[in-house]
């Protein structure tokens, strides 16, 4: 079994400098949610008492229901240094480890803390790994610092990743077309769009992330798993239409181009534009919406560079070897 907690020294000058490294609990989240505003007010987003409230019932629900690990660094009885997995279901049974709220207090930066937090962190996925798949991911957000950080613990960045965030207000330019229905079957994490009663098409997609934003607190990021053609005989004009609808109802949402392609084979989908590639026949239905944000600027969806994924086997494999050398 691992420690429950580790003591880390480290020496600053002429002093020595005491950390309690150490599983997060719900009984932390006080101490979180202090952390979290600390960090967003850093980062120039601004921490209202709204959104820290968002956040520690946020925070309470994903302890209560086991979809998070944590892990922090505590400086006398002050968390300095904190990491999380939000684990998220990828419409699959086992559930995927998204590195999230990475963050070290200024004043103890420098001290490998964000590394041992982590490694913390790696204990409690490790003791949970039947649950998990052992692939884990994190986005950067053009990040070059959390970037260079990822890559030192083994993260790779992953190719066609797309994303669309948005506070959107409306969609501009949109194309009406009539009797569009929409039915949502949240046991399924399905969008099934619908015309005059026949199904056309399918969009499932999957929670990505909880947490709230600072600017869209009631924001919830979602992932594109599939888009499935049922009616062969769409028009582009139908396609985009729909896809507009499910991006404006969404707000926030990932997918991989990689991913979608594989699903589906838009080869012949579209007669205009006239283009022989399935995924720039695909791109080009996304390139093609267009929506105005709050903020009264244009939104549109962009290729992003910006999530790492790392397989976990190796790290798993290395602690065990590390536990039995111990003992």
Not at 46 to 67: H, T
Not at 110 to 120: E, F, G, I, P
Not at 303 to 320: C, T
Request: hydrophobic share 35%; with cysteine; charged share 35%.
């Amino acid at each position: 079994m691992f420690k429950e907690e580790r003591v880390f020294f480290h020496t600053r000058g002429n002093e020595l400098e005491r950390f309690c490294i150490r599983k997060l609990t719900i009984q932390d989240i006080d101490k979180i949610a202090l952390a979290r505003k600390m960090q967003e007010t850093e980062n120039g987003n601004g921490a209202s008492n709204k959104y820290i409230l968002e956040y520690k019932k946020v925070l309470k629900k994903l302890f209560e229901e086991n979809n998070i690990i944590g892990a922090g660094a505590f400086h006398d009885d002050d968390l300095v240094s904190v990491a999380f997995y939000n684990l998220i279901n990828f419409g699959s049974d086992k559930k995927i480890p998204y590195l999230c709220g990475v963050w070290t207090n200024p004043q103890y930066r420098k001290r490998t803390l964000a590394t041992q937090v982590y490694k913390k962190l790696m204990e409690g996925a490790k003791e949970r790994k039947e649950e998990l798949k052992t692939t884990s991911l994190v986005t950067v957000e053009g990040n070059e610092v959390a970037h260079k950080l990822y890559n030192s613990l083994g993260y790779e960045l992953v190719d066609d990743e797309m994303t669309f965030l948005g506070d959107v207000k409306s969609p501009k330019g949109e194309i009406e077309i009539d009797n569009i229905r929409l039915s949502e079957y949240d046991n399924l994490q399905e969008d099934i769009y619908l015309k005059d009663k026949k199904q056309k098409m399918l969009i499932r997609y999957s929670t990505e992330q909880f947490f709230p934003h600072p600017h869209n607190i009631n924001g919830i990021m979602n992932r594109m798993l599939e888009i499935k053609l049922i009616d062969k005989e769409i028009t582009f004009r139908e396609f985009v239409t729909y896809l507009q609808k499910f991006f404006s109802k969404h707000r926030f949402c990932k997918f991989s181009m990689k991913e979608l392609m594989q699903k589906e084979n838009f080869g012949k989908l579209f007669e205009f534009p006239k283009i022989d590639k399935n995924y720039l026949s695909l791109m080009s239905a996304f390139e093609y919406l267009k929506f105005e944000g709050t903020d009264g600027k244009f939104k549109t969806i962009q290729k992003s560079n910006n999530v790492m994924e790392k397989n976990l086997i190796k790290d798993f494999e290395d602690m065990d070897r590390c536990l039995n050398e111990d003992r």
